[in-house]
């Protein structure tokens, strides 16, 4: 049976399955990365793309798609500027195009997540649709009209670089001040928590134990239990990222935005429920309560999913057109 690879190049690890046409992973495979040096990725993409190819049966593969992080060139697949990898005018195409044999289309890694969702998860049935992924930065991508926008330079979605708190802020690995990534991802929830570590000596995360690691995972178990300190950073985190979706409904007037990622999957009952209220309470000039915000449904796979759309899209280029239903095989797809 046909299949098409979806790669997500996230920035910690890279993981690619076999996806059929229904939206199905199978034979996914998963690897760490140790550097992000570009030479060192593209080994290990290629690595982890031929053993998915070897266990789902090279013959039936139509087509690859690669979500990766950062502002791309549609035209040349370089990796003008990614901020988090540190990587500035990586041709990321060219490198991959030298070593694998099937077609590749490149898109931005959240645009990939906001693909899947739209075709296979949350937005399924909706014009008007937003994904706001959670994790180290903060990733996104719109629908509307059933179109996934791109923006003139493939730069529309990049919702974590619009600044809400430019006096007051955490500095951004963009260079600004106060984005909504520097505010409200996964890493700035730690950097809430050092904020107000001072006023918390007996705060279980400061006498945690040595293996434990410091990170976004460990204050939300802790917020769970209802540590204060975790309770402080995380209400001031909820408060920037209210800030930032509120900004989003206004840009776009969606009728769904799903929340995914790591940090967008947390419960609903400690992040989206008490979330909409503050959102609400932000919302003036679209009525109340218009924008539905969710768990994104397809988890961690949204990447690889949507990047395996892409290819059986045939490219960006399909992209401009309304997305209705499931996208058909590449061999009918005409340019």
């Known amino acids: 049976m046909e299949y098409t690879i979806g790669i997500d190049l996230g920035g910690s690890h890279v993981a690619a399955g076999a996806v ?9 495979v998963e690897q760490d990365l140790a550097t992000l040096e570009p030479a060192l990725v593209v080994d290990e993409i290629d690595r982890i793309v031929q053993h998915v190819l070897s266990l789902a049966g090279e013959k039936d593969c139509v087509g690859i798609g690669l979500g990766a992080p950062g502002n791309i060139d549609e035209k040349s697949g370089v990796i003008n500027f990614s901020p988090n990898f540190n990587w500035v005018d990586v041709p990321l195409r060219s490198m991959l195009e030298k070593r694998l044999k099937h077609p590749l289309h490149l ?5 990939c997540a906001t693909l899947g969702e739209y075709i296979y998860g949350s937005g399924k049935g909706t014009a008007e649709f937003a994904l706001i992924t959670i994790g180290t930065g903060i990733g996104g991508g719109f629908v509307s009209g059933n179109r996934l926008l791109l ?7 990049e919702v974590g670089h619009h ?4 006096s007051d802020g ?3 690995t963009c260079s600004k001040r106060g984005c909504f990534e520097a505010q409200a991802s996964g890493t700035a929830l730690l950097r809430h928590a050092l904020a107000v570590a001072s006023s918390f000596p007996r705060s279980t995360l400061l006498t945690r134990k040595p ?5 976004s995972k460990m204050i939300r178990k802790a917020v769970a239990k209802g540590d204060e300190h975790a309770l402080a950073a995380w209400r001031n985190w909820l408060d920037d990222l209210a800030i930032g979706v509120s900004n989003i409904i206004s840009f776009t007037n969606p009728a769904v935005i799903a929340l995914g990622g790591g940090v967008g999957q947390t419960d609903p009952k400690m992040l989206a429920e008490p979330l909409i209220v503050k959102v609400d309470a932000l919302t003036t000039m679209v009525p109340k309560g218009i924008t539905r915000i969710v ?3 397809l988890g961690n796979n949204a990447g690889v999913i949507g990047a395996a759309a892409l290819a059986r899209l045939g490219g960006t280029r399909q992209l401009l057109k309304p997305l209705n239903g499931v996208p058909p ?4 797809v005409k340019a």
Do not use: H
Not at 107 to 111: C, H, S, Y
Not at 329 to 332: D, F, K, Q, Y
């Open 20 to 28: 059929a046409a229904d939206g199905t992973v199978t034979q996914e």
């Open 107 to 111: 898109l931005n890694d959240a645009r």
């Open 151 to 157: 923006g003139e330079a493939m730069g529309a979605g």
């Open 163 to 166: 600044v809400i708190r430019p």
């Open 170 to 172: 955490f500095y951004c």
């Open 211 to 215: 293996q434990e690691k410091w990170g």
């Open 295 to 297: 768990s994104a449904s």
């Open 329 to 332: 095989s590449p061999a009918r």
